[in-house]
């Protein structure tokens, strides 16, 4: 075969694209393009290729082995039936849509990649391959579409100043103009980064943490979302690196306090209608988007094994300190696992959404979106009836008050999520036997790899991981 003539797996036209790509990069002065793409335990691994040879990967994709679906965050392997063994190998072909030539990184591009089999077919524990199945299922099994966005948190720290210590590069308290202040060279720096890459920034403001800043971004499909969100972190390790400073998206970087959030912010449309704003339901909800909010609600143990995968997740996942750790939804109830956003009088008709709390950038934001989606699914086929709104703080309410509102506390630990998860099928069958396996078994090496710890040092394990 020739290169003219390449295998299964990439796009009709791409290596022609990539042809004329290659040479307008390399016009800009782009030497490498990274090849990304998001683990099963929630690292972004990449593979490199020079600017001349993005036709060929696009042609023929880029090498790298199935095993790391199977890898822990320290990058110790787990095994499956199928995945964690030093036998095959699988190719990355580059999304050529989503190329995007890095503003903090020069003489660099990046792209997000689907991972191919070398027989030409999706890979089985491939994520993002996941989320394009489940959005395309939703679109003809229910007439929907959907916009999402995933809200990033981190905190910054000064380089190299106490080993793998955290130590906050700014003072000042909690969304404190003070902070705001002394980061304001390098969050400017950010600013430009991003919109010179086409990330929408909708916020850019301190957080209550030490240290703490977050950023929304505007919503996009599923999995255009998802891809902004390893894409936006890219840039701001770059960013922070060109100013002396380091950053971190761990959960937890302590053993107490506060934690970094990876909220997930999605709504569900219907020719060009929003299902969240306009209905006869409780906020402007239509019946369908009350179902899905019911789903998501009701599948929320099991889903904590996907939007909060990592021992540090834990740390975060304490009750009254934001996170939403119960089964609770309510109008703006930042202690409701899931929050119910209308929007302002006179944009409600598009910026109605649902925000899922129990989220941190520890999660494959690929399988969290499925996840989330395919458990709100579920409640839409079913009809399923939203209970009761809880206002306040849920771990406030007594035992049974709780039990009458079906208020219970999310998985404490992640082998109980793990073991949810198990008993899950509809989240199990979204993500296919082999990923669903991998899922399985890289959660309970995570916890496996923790036993022993106390929080002070579960944080320390993972601060620099993600």
């Known amino acids: 075969m020739s290169e003219s003539d390449p295998v299964p797996g990439g796009r009709p036209g791409d290596v022609e694209r990539a042809t004329a790509l290659s040479g307008e990069l390399t016009g800009q002065g782009v030497h490498g393009v990274v090849l990304a793409y998001v683990d099963t335990a929630g690292i972004t691994r990449v593979k490199t290729v020079p600017t001349a040879k993005l036709a060929p990967a696009a042609a023929w994709g880029v090498g790298m082995s199935p095993v790391f679906d199977t890898f822990l965050a320290d990058d110790s392997i787990v095994t499956t039936d199928v995945l964690g063994s030093p036998d095959g190998d699988l190719r990355l072909y580059p999304d050529l849509d989503r190329l995007t030539v890095l503003a903090a990184q020069p003489g660099w591009a990046w792209a997000p990649v689907d991972r191919i089999t070398q027989e030409g077919a999706p890979h089985p524990a491939c994520g993002r391959t996941v989320l394009r199945r489940t959005v395309a299922r939703a679109a003809a099994r229910h007439g929907i579409t959907f916009r999402a966005a995933v809200e990033i948190e981190w905190v910054v720290a000064r380089e190299g100043t106490d080993g793998d210590a955290f130590v906050p590069a700014v003072s000042g308290p909690a969304y404190g103009a003070a902070r705001q202040v002394e980061l304001s060279d390098c969050a400017a ?150 929050r119910i956003v209308t929007g302002t009088t006179g944009v409600r008709d598009r910026a109605a959404n649902l925000e899922v709390k129990p989220v941190d950038l520890a999660a494959n934001p690929y399988l969290a979106l499925a996840s989330v989606i395919a458990a709100g699914l579920d409640g839409l086929s079913a009809s399923a009836p939203l209970p009761a709104e809880t206002t306040g703080d849920p771990a406030r309410l007594g035992a049974d008050e709780a039990a009458a509102r079906g208020v219970r506390r999310l998985p404490v630990t992640l082998t109980e999520s793990v073991e949810a998860f198990r008993a899950d099928d509809v989240l199990r069958e979204a993500l296919g036997p082999v990923l669903a396996d991998a899922v399985i078994a890289v959660r309970l090496g995570e916890a496996r790899s923790v036993e022993g710890l106390d929080d002070d040092g579960v944080a320390a394990a993972y601060r620099w991981k993600y």
């Open 189 to 338: 720096d950010l600013l430009a980064a991003l919109a010179a890459q086409g990330v929408d920034v909708e916020q850019f403001h301190p957080e209550y943490a030490a240290g703490q800043f977050e950023v929304s971004v505007g919503a996009l499909d599923p999995v255009a979302a998802a891809d902004h969100s390893v894409l936006v972190r890219q840039t701001m390790r770059a960013v922070a690196r060109r100013h002396g400073l380091r950053v971190s998206f761990a959960p937890a970087v302590l053993g107490q306090g506060v934690g970094n959030g990876g909220h997930l912010h999605l709504s569900a449309w219907r020719d060009g209608t929003n299902l969240h704003a306009g209905g006869t339901g409780r906020y402007g909800m239509t019946a369908e988007a009350e179902s899905f909010v019911a789903g998501v609600l009701g599948h929320l143990p099991a889903l904590t094994a996907m939007t909060a995968p990592s021992p540090a997740s834990r740390l975060r996942l304490r009750p009254s300190q934001w996170a939403g750790v119960f089964t609770a939804w309510g109008r703006e109830t930042r202690e409701a696992a899931l």
